[in-house]
């Protein structure tokens, strides 16, 4: 069996370390807010070269509180990708605010710019840029399109943990470091993964990082302070320990990522593939092909015992929760990720041998 991903194998070293300090969070019932919550958003911000990053319980909120600490205008539009998990859009529902879908890229998962020109109007408040896959969005020509326009730039670098954007820095600009907030999820799948729910939100500004504390901790710091209308969103202790320990590895785990990445680029060579277009400073999440024989390369994955995934079978406006809002509207190139992509197994530890397996069964159609 070729395991998509396999989170025991990858964590084995630290698995006393994780477990002596979950044992210490128990003996200190430090369960809340523990030390080592504040610990890791001072690690992850050095991580993300911002000023400040904010635990909180997961993606999900992560973009719904971003949403709520820039306080946009009720029912103003939010403009995100018609490809992407259902958290970002459910994030601008739940905000009270209008969500707007852009397509992406024909051969690159991240949002199409000539749509984007389109979709921005007087009333678009927010830009929440999905850097899919691992996969950085152009910020240049993103910032270009806004013009001077007071559009804010929410990334959702949920996939994105280390990604680099080399469109407007020689050095590459860190997902979570370009736009006003940045949020990512500590899902355990994710490059850098918890052992439950856990995310974070990153960001240079001040204002927004003390508001951000208050809002993750229903409205307070103090005990019994609640100075404004909060959520209980905090990051788990024990996550944070976990993630204090992952975090060390993550260059490594993503280095192997690229390797495995480049393997695929090289040896998948098939006229009913289509590889898609990655950039310089993509983590490689996932490792998405496209095939108009999408489902008898799957059948041929299954019996060769090697696992894959989906992202996603549906794009946004096909969601079932979604369908009325998007009524009548087509996003080719999603519907065509969805339709047309498998993700093939894209873990940190897979072996030469296991690599050399997926590419010949993949060639052999
Ligand atoms: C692009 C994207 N946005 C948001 C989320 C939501 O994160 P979570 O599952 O931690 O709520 C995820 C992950 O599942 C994601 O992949």
Redesign the pocket.
Known sequence: MVKFFDIYQQDKVKFHKNIKDIKNIIKNSNFINGKQVFNFEKNFAKFCNTKYAIGCN????A?FLSLKALNLKKNSEVIIPAQ??C??LFAVLRAGLKPVLVDIQNSNPTLSIKDLKKKITKKTSAIII?H?YGECCNFSEIKKAIKKKKIFIIE?A??AHGARDFSSNKDGLLAGSMGILGCF???PG?NLGAYG???AITTNSKNLYLKLLKLRNLGGIKKYEHDIIGFNSRLDTFQAAILNNKLKSLNKNNLNRVQIAKFYNLNINNKYIKKIKYSRGCVYHQYVILSKKEKKIRQLLEKNKIQYGKHYPKPIHKLNAAKTIFKNLSYPNAESFSNFGISLPIDPNLKKKQLIKICNVLNSI
């Open positions: 997961s993606g999900s909120d973009l992407t998990y958290s970002t999905v899919l959702d949920a996939q999820s500590f899902y994710k729910d856990a995310g």
